[in-house]
């Protein structure tokens, strides 16, 4: 298997608790009914600690495949006309300038 991890910034004017409610109740179900072929799916969401300040990113999106392939038939669906929603919901509460993304073999140290 293979996971894509994507590090996320919300967008300016956007507090945390309206991107972290965005993308667990809106933006999630858009991937989930476009995007066939996830075998996982977690979002990690950040956390206001006691000393302030805001995050340096706001959450981390972990999507599994079972393998490159299937992968790339992903990509292929998401720069095209059946991703069109999930990309319009991006534009509504990340700010894509500051995404980071990869894709990665797990290599499991302690199960």
């Known amino acids: 298997m293979v996971k894509v991890i994507t590090l996320l910034k919300r967008k300016k004017g956007i507090t945390l608790e309206e991107f972290s409610r965005h993308w667990q109740e809106k933006h999630g179900a858009i991937v989930l009914k476009t ?3 996830i075998k996982r799916y977690i979002q990690n969401h950040a956390v206001r600690l006691s000393a302030g300040g805001e995050p340096k990113i706001d959450g981390i999106a972990e999507v599994w495949y ?3 392939e299937a992968w790339r038939q992903f990509a292929d669906l998401y720069w095209g006309d059946k991703g069109k929603a999930i990309l319009d919901d991006e534009e509504t509460f990340l700010d894509k300038s500051k995404l980071v ?11």
Request: charged share 35%; no cysteine; glycine share 6%.
């Open 66 to 68: 079972d393998d490159l």
């Open 35 to 37: 995007v066939p072929g």
């Open 101 to 111: 993304f990869f894709v990665a073999e797990e290599k499991v140290i302690k199960p």
